[in-house]
Protein backbone atom coordinates (compact mmCIF):
# COMPACT_ATOMS: atom_id res chain seq x y z
CA UNK A 1 0.00 0.00 0.00
CA UNK A 2 2.16 3.38 -1.51
CA UNK A 3 5.07 0.93 -1.75
CA UNK A 4 6.75 0.90 -5.48
CA UNK A 5 8.02 -2.64 -4.32
CA UNK A 6 4.59 -3.88 -3.66
CA UNK A 7 4.85 -7.79 -3.40
CA UNK A 8 1.28 -8.12 -5.50
CA UNK A 9 1.97 -8.88 -9.01
CA UNK A 10 -0.61 -6.14 -10.47
CA UNK A 11 -0.94 -2.77 -8.83
CA UNK A 12 -4.57 -1.35 -8.31
CA UNK A 13 -4.67 1.28 -10.96
CA UNK A 14 -5.64 4.90 -9.34
CA UNK A 15 -9.05 5.97 -9.15
CA UNK A 16 -10.47 7.76 -11.41
CA UNK A 17 -13.30 10.61 -10.59
CA UNK A 18 -14.43 12.77 -12.52
CA UNK A 19 -14.16 16.45 -12.37
CA UNK A 20 -16.03 19.26 -13.41
CA UNK A 21 -14.20 22.75 -14.43
CA UNK A 22 -14.90 25.31 -12.43
CA UNK A 23 -14.09 28.53 -13.94
CA UNK A 24 -11.86 30.85 -11.94
CA UNK A 25 -13.17 34.47 -11.27
CA UNK A 26 -10.95 37.26 -10.37
CA UNK A 27 -12.14 39.48 -7.56
CA UNK A 28 -11.34 42.79 -8.25
CA UNK A 29 -11.97 45.33 -5.51
CA UNK A 30 -11.49 48.95 -4.94
CA UNK A 31 -7.99 50.23 -3.51
CA UNK A 32 -7.63 50.10 0.11
CA UNK A 33 -10.36 46.98 1.09
CA UNK A 34 -10.57 43.31 1.88
CA UNK A 35 -12.65 40.74 1.35
CA UNK A 36 -14.40 39.40 3.66
CA UNK A 37 -13.01 36.08 3.45
CA UNK A 38 -9.35 37.77 3.79
CA UNK A 39 -10.22 39.71 6.40
CA UNK A 40 -7.71 39.75 9.17
CA UNK A 41 -8.65 39.49 12.93
CA UNK A 42 -8.07 42.32 15.21
CA UNK A 43 -5.68 40.76 17.21
CA UNK A 44 -3.87 39.67 14.13
CA UNK A 45 -3.01 43.18 12.62
CA UNK A 46 -2.83 44.85 16.17
CA UNK A 47 0.82 44.35 15.99
CA UNK A 48 1.60 45.99 12.69
CA UNK A 49 -1.03 48.77 12.53
CA UNK A 50 -1.34 50.01 16.06
CA UNK A 51 2.80 50.73 16.38
CA UNK A 52 2.23 54.16 16.43
CA UNK A 53 -1.02 54.42 17.61
CA UNK A 54 -1.25 55.21 21.85
CA UNK A 55 -4.44 53.62 22.17
CA UNK A 56 -3.02 50.61 21.00
CA UNK A 57 0.60 50.07 21.70
CA UNK A 58 1.08 50.63 25.30
CA UNK A 59 5.24 52.20 24.59
CA UNK A 60 3.74 55.04 22.00
CA UNK A 61 3.09 58.38 24.52
CA UNK A 62 -0.49 59.44 24.76
CA UNK A 63 -1.96 62.27 22.55
CA UNK A 64 -3.14 64.63 25.27
CA UNK A 65 0.31 64.37 27.42
CA UNK A 66 2.33 65.41 24.11
CA UNK A 67 -0.38 68.32 23.23
CA UNK A 68 -0.45 69.43 27.00
CA UNK A 69 3.69 69.82 27.06
CA UNK A 70 3.57 72.05 23.46
CA UNK A 71 0.76 74.04 25.14
CA UNK A 72 2.95 74.38 28.43
CA UNK A 73 6.09 75.46 26.23
CA UNK A 74 4.26 77.72 24.54
CA UNK A 75 2.98 79.62 27.13
CA UNK A 76 -0.57 78.69 27.09
CA UNK A 77 -2.18 77.74 30.36
CA UNK A 78 -5.95 77.41 31.02
CA UNK A 79 -8.41 79.58 33.54
CA UNK A 80 -7.69 77.97 36.93
CA UNK A 81 -10.61 78.36 39.25
CA UNK A 82 -10.83 80.38 42.59
CA UNK A 83 -10.28 77.40 44.81
CA UNK A 84 -6.97 77.30 42.97
CA UNK A 85 -5.81 80.42 43.17
CA UNK A 86 -3.83 80.81 46.13
CA UNK A 87 -4.42 83.63 48.12
CA UNK A 88 -2.37 86.80 48.35
CA UNK A 89 0.71 86.76 50.83
CA UNK A 90 -0.08 83.07 51.56
CA UNK A 91 1.81 80.38 49.90
CA UNK A 92 0.27 76.73 49.03
CA UNK A 93 0.53 74.01 51.74
CA UNK A 94 1.44 70.96 50.56
CA UNK A 95 0.63 67.62 52.72
CA UNK A 96 3.43 65.75 52.93
CA UNK A 97 4.25 61.97 54.78
CA UNK A 98 6.15 61.91 57.99
CA UNK A 99 7.21 59.35 60.37
CA UNK A 100 4.20 59.02 62.00
CA UNK A 101 1.70 60.00 59.40
CA UNK A 102 1.29 58.81 55.60
CA UNK A 103 -0.85 61.00 53.67
CA UNK A 104 -2.66 58.68 50.00
CA UNK A 105 -5.05 59.39 47.62
CA UNK A 106 -8.00 57.21 47.42
CA UNK A 107 -7.12 56.13 43.89
CA UNK A 108 -5.51 53.68 42.13
CA UNK A 109 -5.58 52.38 38.94
CA UNK A 110 -7.80 49.34 39.89
CA UNK A 111 -9.98 51.49 41.37
CA UNK A 112 -9.84 55.83 40.64
CA UNK A 113 -11.47 58.77 41.88
CA UNK A 114 -14.37 59.18 39.95
CA UNK A 115 -14.55 63.09 40.04
CA UNK A 116 -11.25 63.48 39.61
CA UNK A 117 -10.46 60.81 36.61
CA UNK A 118 -13.24 63.17 34.95
CA UNK A 119 -11.41 66.37 35.84
CA UNK A 120 -8.20 64.91 34.32
CA UNK A 121 -10.07 63.28 31.14
CA UNK A 122 -11.90 66.99 30.63
CA UNK A 123 -8.74 68.33 30.89
CA UNK A 124 -7.23 66.22 28.04
CA UNK A 125 -10.32 67.05 25.64
CA UNK A 126 -9.25 70.81 26.30
CA UNK A 127 -5.76 70.55 25.30
CA UNK A 128 -7.02 68.13 21.93
CA UNK A 129 -9.09 70.84 20.90
CA UNK A 130 -6.76 73.99 21.75
CA UNK A 131 -4.10 72.34 20.28
CA UNK A 132 -5.69 71.37 16.86
CA UNK A 133 -3.54 71.39 13.61
CA UNK A 134 -6.72 70.96 11.33
CA UNK A 135 -10.36 71.69 10.49
CA UNK A 136 -11.42 68.16 9.06
CA UNK A 137 -15.03 67.67 10.03
CA UNK A 138 -17.03 64.43 9.52
CA UNK A 139 -20.81 64.95 9.07
CA UNK A 140 -22.24 62.85 11.81
CA UNK A 141 -20.12 64.86 14.55
CA UNK A 142 -20.91 67.96 13.07
CA UNK A 143 -23.36 69.79 16.18
CA UNK A 144 -24.73 72.42 13.57
CA UNK A 145 -25.86 69.44 11.51
CA UNK A 146 -27.20 67.29 14.59
CA UNK A 147 -27.85 69.78 16.92
CA UNK A 148 -27.95 68.12 20.93
CA UNK A 149 -30.77 70.33 21.62
CA UNK A 150 -33.39 72.03 19.98
CA UNK A 151 -31.75 76.04 20.83
CA UNK A 152 -31.14 77.48 17.69
CA UNK A 153 -26.80 76.72 17.29
CA UNK A 154 -24.78 80.26 16.85
CA UNK A 155 -23.44 81.46 13.25
CA UNK A 156 -19.87 81.71 14.96
CA UNK A 157 -20.11 78.12 17.45
CA UNK A 158 -16.73 76.59 15.33
CA UNK A 159 -14.73 80.35 16.44
CA UNK A 160 -14.79 79.74 20.16
CA UNK A 161 -12.72 76.92 22.39
CA UNK A 162 -14.52 75.75 25.22
CA UNK A 163 -13.13 76.27 28.23
CA UNK A 164 -12.21 73.25 30.22
CA UNK A 165 -15.12 73.84 33.53
CA UNK A 166 -16.85 73.93 30.36
CA UNK A 167 -16.01 70.40 28.86
CA UNK A 168 -15.99 68.70 32.25
CA UNK A 169 -19.91 70.21 33.63
CA UNK A 170 -20.55 68.46 30.06
CA UNK A 171 -18.77 65.06 30.68
CA UNK A 172 -19.88 65.21 34.42
CA UNK A 173 -23.77 65.63 33.41
CA UNK A 174 -23.34 62.44 31.21
CA UNK A 175 -21.42 60.46 33.75
CA UNK A 176 -23.64 61.43 36.86
CA UNK A 177 -26.97 60.68 35.22
CA UNK A 178 -25.64 57.46 33.66
CA UNK A 179 -24.02 56.68 37.01
CA UNK A 180 -20.88 55.45 34.83
CA UNK A 181 -17.46 54.74 36.83
CA UNK A 182 -14.11 56.04 36.80
CA UNK A 183 -12.51 53.47 34.45
CA UNK A 184 -15.54 54.04 31.65
CA UNK A 185 -13.75 57.27 31.77
CA UNK A 186 -10.57 56.41 30.82
CA UNK A 187 -11.30 54.20 28.27
CA UNK A 188 -13.41 57.12 26.75
CA UNK A 189 -10.26 58.75 26.03
CA UNK A 190 -8.88 55.78 24.87
CA UNK A 191 -11.52 55.32 22.76
CA UNK A 192 -11.93 58.87 21.16
CA UNK A 193 -7.62 59.13 20.82
CA UNK A 194 -8.35 55.87 18.71
CA UNK A 195 -10.90 58.23 16.77
CA UNK A 196 -8.76 60.80 16.15
CA UNK A 197 -5.91 58.72 14.70
CA UNK A 198 -7.71 56.23 12.41
CA UNK A 199 -10.27 58.92 10.87
CA UNK A 200 -7.32 61.03 11.10
CA UNK A 201 -9.77 63.97 12.47
CA UNK A 202 -9.16 67.03 14.81
CA UNK A 203 -11.49 67.66 17.51
CA UNK A 204 -12.62 71.19 17.70
CA UNK A 205 -15.30 73.51 19.24
CA UNK A 206 -17.83 72.42 16.35
CA UNK A 207 -17.71 68.72 16.79
CA UNK A 208 -16.35 67.93 20.51
CA UNK A 209 -19.45 67.05 22.36
CA UNK A 210 -20.80 64.52 19.85
CA UNK A 211 -17.48 63.10 19.40
CA UNK A 212 -17.32 62.73 23.67
CA UNK A 213 -20.68 61.41 23.89
CA UNK A 214 -19.97 58.41 21.32
CA UNK A 215 -16.85 57.72 23.27
CA UNK A 216 -18.93 57.67 26.22
CA UNK A 217 -21.75 55.76 24.33
CA UNK A 218 -19.32 53.34 23.52
CA UNK A 219 -17.02 52.79 26.73
CA UNK A 220 -19.85 52.87 28.67
CA UNK A 221 -21.40 49.44 26.77
CA UNK A 222 -17.78 48.03 26.52
CA UNK A 223 -16.98 48.20 30.11
CA UNK A 224 -19.68 48.21 32.37
CA UNK A 225 -21.33 45.17 32.70
CA UNK A 226 -25.04 46.76 32.94
CA UNK A 227 -24.52 49.07 30.25
CA UNK A 228 -26.63 52.28 29.38
CA UNK A 229 -29.05 51.43 26.78
CA UNK A 230 -28.98 54.48 23.61
CA UNK A 231 -32.99 55.31 25.13
CA UNK A 232 -31.49 56.54 28.25
CA UNK A 233 -29.02 58.99 27.18
CA UNK A 234 -32.14 60.62 25.29
CA UNK A 235 -34.06 60.97 28.64
CA UNK A 236 -30.27 62.88 29.62
CA UNK A 237 -30.40 65.15 26.67
CA UNK A 238 -33.91 65.35 26.42
CA UNK A 239 -33.64 66.67 22.65
CA UNK A 240 -31.72 63.91 20.64
CA UNK A 241 -33.68 61.31 19.29
CA UNK A 242 -32.81 57.26 19.65
CA UNK A 243 -32.18 57.14 15.89
CA UNK A 244 -29.40 59.87 15.98
CA UNK A 245 -27.65 57.94 18.85
CA UNK A 246 -27.81 54.64 16.94
CA UNK A 247 -26.40 56.55 13.80
CA UNK A 248 -23.91 58.28 16.48
CA UNK A 249 -22.66 54.37 17.58
CA UNK A 250 -22.35 53.04 13.98
CA UNK A 251 -20.35 55.58 12.28
CA UNK A 252 -18.18 55.74 15.30
CA UNK A 253 -17.69 51.69 15.58
CA UNK A 254 -17.16 52.07 11.43
CA UNK A 255 -14.34 55.06 12.02
CA UNK A 256 -12.93 52.99 14.69
CA UNK A 257 -12.76 49.72 12.55
CA UNK A 258 -14.74 47.97 15.00
CA UNK A 259 -11.39 48.12 17.43
CA UNK A 260 -12.97 48.05 20.57
CA UNK A 261 -10.11 46.30 22.72
CA UNK A 262 -8.14 48.03 25.05
CA UNK A 263 -5.20 46.13 26.47
CA UNK A 264 -4.56 46.18 30.32
CA UNK A 265 -0.86 47.46 29.51
CA UNK A 266 -2.46 50.72 27.60
CA UNK A 267 -5.05 51.15 30.31
CA UNK A 268 -2.55 51.44 32.39
CA UNK A 269 -0.43 53.74 30.40
CA UNK A 270 -3.60 56.32 30.15
CA UNK A 271 -4.24 56.01 34.09
CA UNK A 272 -0.63 57.03 34.94
CA UNK A 273 -0.42 60.08 32.03
CA UNK A 274 -3.75 61.48 33.38
CA UNK A 275 -1.77 61.42 36.91
CA UNK A 276 0.89 63.34 35.39
CA UNK A 277 -1.28 65.86 33.45
CA UNK A 278 -3.03 66.35 36.98
CA UNK A 279 0.21 67.25 38.51
CA UNK A 280 1.31 69.71 35.67
CA UNK A 281 -1.81 71.41 35.85
CA UNK A 282 -2.28 71.76 39.74
CA UNK A 283 -5.26 69.06 39.62
CA UNK A 284 -3.90 67.20 42.40
CA UNK A 285 -5.80 64.42 44.00
CA UNK A 286 -6.74 65.01 47.53
CA UNK A 287 -4.99 63.51 50.16
CA UNK A 288 -5.62 61.74 53.33
CA UNK A 289 -3.96 60.52 55.90
CA UNK A 290 -3.56 56.56 55.67
CA UNK A 291 -6.17 54.97 58.02
CA UNK A 292 -6.02 51.78 60.32
CA UNK A 293 -8.15 50.08 58.28
CA UNK A 294 -6.96 51.10 54.93
CA UNK A 295 -3.09 50.19 55.97
CA UNK A 296 -4.88 46.66 56.78
CA UNK A 297 -6.61 45.94 53.50
CA UNK A 298 -3.46 47.42 51.78
CA UNK A 299 -1.42 44.67 53.63
CA UNK A 300 -3.69 42.03 52.86
CA UNK A 301 -3.75 43.07 49.25
CA UNK A 302 0.10 43.11 49.15
CA UNK A 303 0.27 39.37 50.70
CA UNK A 304 -2.33 38.24 48.31
CA UNK A 305 0.06 39.56 45.04
CA UNK A 306 2.90 38.11 46.68
CA UNK A 307 1.89 34.72 47.13
CA UNK A 308 0.96 34.92 43.66
CA UNK A 309 3.99 35.64 42.88
CA UNK A 310 6.11 32.79 44.73
CA UNK A 311 3.71 30.22 43.69
CA UNK A 312 4.55 31.42 40.29
CA UNK A 313 8.08 31.32 40.30
CA UNK A 314 8.07 28.04 42.27
CA UNK A 315 5.89 26.45 39.62
CA UNK A 316 8.18 28.02 36.97
CA UNK A 317 11.14 26.22 38.93
CA UNK A 318 12.49 29.86 39.88
CA UNK A 319 14.64 29.72 43.46
CA UNK A 320 13.69 32.32 45.58
CA UNK A 321 15.28 34.06 48.60
CA UNK A 322 13.26 34.57 51.31
CA UNK A 323 13.80 36.22 54.64
CA UNK A 324 13.54 34.62 58.06
CA UNK A 325 10.51 35.44 58.45
CA UNK A 326 9.07 33.30 56.72
CA UNK A 327 10.43 29.85 57.50
CA UNK A 328 7.98 26.95 57.68
CA UNK A 329 7.36 26.07 60.75
CA UNK A 330 4.70 23.06 61.54
CA UNK A 331 3.33 23.53 58.00
CA UNK A 332 2.62 27.53 59.01
CA UNK A 333 4.05 30.39 57.60
CA UNK A 334 5.61 32.33 60.18
CA UNK A 335 4.99 36.34 59.30
CA UNK A 336 6.16 39.72 60.32
CA UNK A 337 3.41 41.10 62.10
CA UNK A 338 2.67 45.67 61.26
CA UNK A 339 2.85 47.92 64.19
CA UNK A 340 0.10 50.36 63.30
CA UNK A 341 -0.52 53.09 65.45
Known amino acids: M?????CCSYSSPPP????KDVPVFEEHLPEGELSTNNLQHISEREGDDGEHDPSVDPSAGTMFLERSKQSLENGMTRKKSQHQIAPQGGAVLKKSSSCSTIYLDDSTVSQPNLKNTVKCVSLAIYYHIKTRTSE???DIFDEKQHPLTR???PDDYDLHNPEHRQIYKFVRTLFNAAQLTAECAIITLIYLERLLTYAELDIGP???KRIVLGAILLASKVWDDQAVWNVDYCQILKDITVEDMNELERQFL???QFNINVPSSVYAKYYFDLRTLAEANDLSFPTEPLSKE???KLE???RVMQDKATAEALKNGMKKWSSIDNIHQQGNVRRSVAILS
Do not use: C, F, H
Open 16 to 19: TRKT
Open 2 to 6: GNKNS
Open 300 to 302: AMS
Open 254 to 256: ELL
Open 294 to 296: RAQ
Open 136 to 138: RRI
Open 206 to 208: YNW
Open 151 to 153: DPV
